[in-house]
């Protein structure tokens, strides 16, 4: 099926189907350039111009990143195996994961976030002899002006050893020009940070950790100094897209620089005029300079391509003029201004395709009340009068998040729709104060704080003057509330309902405090979260808020796993709690992730910044008064020395300038209408001035609305969580939707946390033990330590000791029943794998793929899969997937169903033969094989379509029965049938 350009303009299509050479795409807001690069994929593949994994894409945010695939997907109309759409350090990820021991790097590394990085620095402050730095007061005061320094010498691909010289240099050339004291001092300063950034560097090795700065830099070293690497790399990519160019630091322009030449078939996509990441080390003179850098040079080099975007689709006319009026105040360091004197046409002038021409419009209040309640009328108003508006047709934009507080707390009180996009304060949630509370109870029954909370919790059930008692006896006898409650059958009559309320409660506490003493966090958590009926509390009813408060706990609970899974020794509730507290102690609130397109439909509050990329029919601006909106400039507390400094710096004043194009970001969100208010009274003594950015758009009247009154309250009950269905599926996906709609309800849609079990710890581990192994001769046979398909040479394959010992790295400890339990398993695992090796020791072949990806399509439906392992002989395939349950010697129809889709996937995407399609039972080392017929082929595909079609028309119904015996929600469903009842 070829795809379709019809729809696009003549300048989208001349993008999408740019042959060869370097490329840079203008494309200005809401002109459309995601649907220009994500056709430009499917073109090219689909032209045969590059397989899927021959083109690269990179972009700036996991979101942005998704969505590009998802349409991607979306356009291939058969399935493929590998594509390269990554975010930058995505894509670095993924290279050092296979080649960082090219450069003496470990491939197991850990990625350390800025607060584990945090973390890492205060406990090893004493390393780093600070003098100049050395806190007063706060030990830890200036480790985030460090790691803000450390990231912005990475954006310039500055090493440890370079800042060593420069300070050495910088002593020499003083000696020369005579001791002075101000100058002997900034000597120390500079040497004492060029050591910390040495120390800094040192820990990470030491704890074979990157942070995301080394992630860029390490793999440009690694292609700088293993050219076979880089030419391995530069003849896979035929095509690489870069999106949102104007956002790339020095370095990561100096990487796609690289892997692009010599032919430089590289496009880049950006705009000048939204570049707002100056704060993350963005570089907007890379933007500046693209032209100058791709000139041709030689007889053979590609001219560059220039093409730009005007045509909007987004905005009214009156915005776009708006807009655009008011960013040329940033000229000269505009590109179109510097393409004027280079005499290329650039005219960044928006055109509007709507025919509504929209409107900017500025509101004035008396205060900061005022103004909130100003806007939420106006909200309310706009609904009123147009009954097909969506509440997600509104977004309040605040240039810092403390600014979204009094919006937040009103809409709540008004029962107004709305989410408040933050990028941090999970650990401030509902949710996790509960668990975090249940937590610090474990850890020190006389946290009366904190067992004041879980007394309080609707779920516990006690009522308020329950709870006023109790606190009064245990003030009065100076008693901790634990204690108080715990013995408060002797010294108050509570109603028996109660009594029976605070005696489970202390038996829980009780009996997962026992259990605190073996198990590991999240497994506590999970008990106390099914054994106290608040997951079943969340489950039962879907609202809105019960929806958010799961999403929160998903996200809490991941933190969790990841935090169990780096330990080294103890997962305790006690380090736990400590690392929390760590955390909190750096500024750390807990990072958020939300999904603004897929979230219900509710009024969004979010950042300027956290609106970049989305779009909205009312924008509503506020705060728009002088100091906040533009903000105040703030130097780097440890500045990078000018040496250092690669990128040209503007003529202006970076941070008006700045501040500017952020302020265009705002106004090309609106579709139709665009709200800038701002109030004369914020709290203080003087009185705010409005930003001066309300005089430079040049608007003629400032609009004074009326009196402001309070909206009127919303029907709460009308508001209905939205829960997206999945984009793609897999086999597991339509297993639970076919064993239970509900089910698969719980664990695909509104992502339920699952507890784990034996069976699926050991199953993982013998997975990972097996993947370790046929690496490993992979791995030695890449190296040149042998030759598995050379005649009569000796293969060097991982002995029995070396098999045992991946097993033994492999191991998941977590989810046994007991002790006995687990030793059972791990005997077991031990006896299997010596009988593998014994069966296969003499018969080794190099895998052709382990763990390999792919999509395939059916009908308009993408199902993912990947392969535990594949084999080849005489181009036909044999697809392995290991089991560790019973085996069987007889397989059904229902059985086959996983293997045949991974024979489609061979077929349709690899173009393959099969030779067999081979279940490995592990438990006896036996294996079945059989391969699909065309009946089975058609028969597994109509299923899949059947299920799906089910799933789409969200049809969730639940079919209780045998399966509730097994099903992870059994507790917590209100339809389970457990014990024939």
């Not at 020791?841 to 392992?869: A, C, Y």
């Amino acid at each position: 099926m070829a795809i379709d350009l019809s729809y696009l303009n003549k300048a989208q299509k001349q993008a999408v189907t740019h042959d060869t050479g370097p490329a840079i795409l203008i494309a200005g807001a809401g002109t459309g350039k995601t649907t220009v690069i994500t056709q430009r994929i499917a073109y090219l593949i689909e032209q045969e111009k590059a397989k899927t994994d021959e083109i690269l894409a990179v972009t700036f945010t996991e979101k942005a990143a998704g969505e590009m695939a998802e349409r991607v997907d979306k356009l291939l109309p058969l399935g493929y195996a590998d594509l390269w759409i990554h975010t930058f350090h995505g894509f670095c990820e993924r290279i050092l994961k296979d080649y960082a021991i090219d450069i003496g790097l470990s491939n197991d590394f850990k990625l350390l976030d800025n607060t584990s990085a945090w973390m890492l620095v205060r406990e090893n402050l004493d390393d780093f002899y600070l003098d100049y730095y050395a806190p007063m007061g706060s030990p830890t005061r200036f480790i985030h002006s460090l790691l803000s320094h450390f990231s912005r010498l990475k954006d310039e691909v500055v090493y440890p050893e370079d800042y060593l010289k420069y300070a050495e240099d910088l002593h020499l050339d003083t000696d020369q020009a005579g001791d002075r004291e101000e100058e002997e001092m900034e000597i120390a300063r500079t040497r004492e940070v060029a050591n910390a950034y040495h120390v800094y560097q040192r820990l990470l090795l030491e704890k074979n950790a990157l942070d995301f700065g080394d992630l860029i830099n390490y793999t440009l070293r690694l292609f700088q100094k293993r050219p076979h690497v880089l030419k391995k790399f530069r003849e896979q990519f035929k095509y690489i897209l870069v999106d949102e160019f104007q956002d790339t630091n020095w370095a990561q322009y100096e990487l796609i620089k690289l892997l692009a030449a010599p032919k430089n078939n590289l496009m880049v996509v950006g705009d000048d005029d939204q570049a707002i990441y100056k704060f993350r080390g963005a570089a907007v003179s890379n933007i500046l300079n693209f032209k100058k850098d791709y000139q041709p040079r030689g007889k053979t080099a590609k001219k560059l391509t220039e093409i730009f975007l005007t045509d909007n689709y987004r905005s009214g006319q009156k915005i776009l003029d708006t807009a655009y009026n008011f960013i040329q105040l940033n000229d000269p360091d505009r590109l179109e201004y510097q393409y004027k004197k280079l005499k290329t046409p650039l005219n960044k002038k928006l055109k509007s395709h709507l025919e509504d021409k929209g409107s900017v419009e500025v509101l004035s209040y008396e205060d900061k009340n005022s103004e909130i309640d100003g806007i939420l009328n106006k909200i309310v108003e706009i609904k009123k009068q147009d009954k097909e508006v969506r509440w997600s047709d509104f977004a309040i934009l605040v240039r810092a998040n403390d600014q979204a507080q009094g919006f937040v707390s009103m809409m709540r009180k008004l029962g107004m729709p709305h989410q408040f996009m933050a990028s941090r304060g999970l650990y401030t949630q509902d949710i996790v104060q509960d668990i975090l509370a249940y937590l610090k109870l474990l850890d020190n029954y006389h946290e009366s704080t904190a067992f004041f909370r879980l007394l309080s919790l609707p779920v516990t059930g006690l009522g308020v003057n329950t709870i006023i008692n109790l606190s009064h006896l245990a003030k009065k006898k100076s008693w901790s509330l634990y204690y108080t409650a715990k013995n408060s059958h002797h010294h108050i009559k509570l109603p028996l309902g109660e009594q029976r309320i605070i005696e489970e409660l202390i038996s829980n506490i009780d009996k997962h405090t026992e259990l605190a003493q073996t198990k590991p966090v999240s497994q506590i958590v999970y008990h106390w979260l099914e054994d106290s009926g608040y997951l079943k509390m969340l489950t039962i009813e879907q609202n809105q808020y019960n929806k958010e408060q799961l999403h929160f706990l998903t996200q809490f609970y991941r933190k969790i796993r990841a935090w169990e899974e780096e330990a080294i020794q103890s997962t305790s509730v006690h380090e736990f709690l400590e690392m929390i507290e760590m955390e909190l102690d750096s500024g750390e609130l807990g990072a958020l992730q939300y999904d603004a397109e897929a979230g219900p439909d509710v009024v969004k509050v979010m950042t300027v910044h956290g609106a970049k990329g989305l779009e909205f029919k009312y924008v509503f601006v506020s705060n728009m008064v002088h100091l906040r909106f533009p903000s105040t400039a703030r130097r780097d507390p440890i500045e990078v020395p000018e040496k250092f400094i690669k990128e040209d710096l503007p003529t202006g004043d970076a941070h008006l300038q700045e501040e500017r194009r952020l302020f265009y970001v705002a106004l090309t969100r609106a579709k139709q209408v665009v709200y800038l208010t701002w109030a004369k009274d914020y709290g203080g003594s003087r009185e705010k001035k409005p930003s001066r950015f309300l005089d430079e758009i040049k608007i003629a009247s400032l609009q004074v609305p009326s009196p402001v009154k309070e909206p009127e309250d919303i029907d709460k009950k009308s508001i209905k969580p939205n829960y997206p269905i999945p984009k793609s599926f897999s086999f597991s996906q339509l297993k639970a939707f076919e064993s239970c709609p509900w089910q698969y309800f719980y664990q695909f849609i509104a992502k339920v946390p699952t507890k784990g079990n034996a069976y699926f710890s050991f199953g993982k581990t013998m997975h990972s033990t097996l993947q370790k192994f046929y690496q490993t001769i992979i791995d030695r046979d890449d190296s040149g330590q042998g030759d598995l398909f050379g005649k009569g040479k000796k293969v060097k394959y991982p002995t029995e000791k070396e098999l045992l010992d991946f097993y033994e790295e492999s191991w998941i400890d977590d989810w046994y029943e007991s002790e006995s339990q687990k030793k059972k398993y791990h005997e077991e695992g031990i006896k299997q794998l010596k009988e593998f090796y014994k069966e296969h020791k003499d018969k080794l072949t190099r895998p052709l793929f382990l763990e390999k990806g792919f999509t395939i399509k059916i009908g308009e439906h993408s199902i993912r899969g990947v392969f535990d392992r594949v084999d080849s002989e005489k181009d036909a395939w044999e697809i392995i997937d290991y089991k560790t349950g019973r085996p069987k010697e007889k397989l059904t129809f229902d059985d086959k169903k996983q293997l045949l889709l991974y024979q489609i996937a061979a077929k349709e995407v690899f173009k393959t033969d099969i030779k067999n399609l081979t279940f490995y039972y592990l438990t006896n080392n036996t294996a079945v094989s059989f391969v699909g017929t065309d009946k089975d082929i058609a028969k597994v595909k109509e299923w899949v379509t059947k299920i799906i079609e089910q799933i789409l028309s969200h049809d969730f119904t639940a079919t209780p029965g045998h399966v509730c015996a097994t099903c992870d929600f059994n507790k917590i469903c209100p339809h389970a049938k457990l014990n024939g009842k």
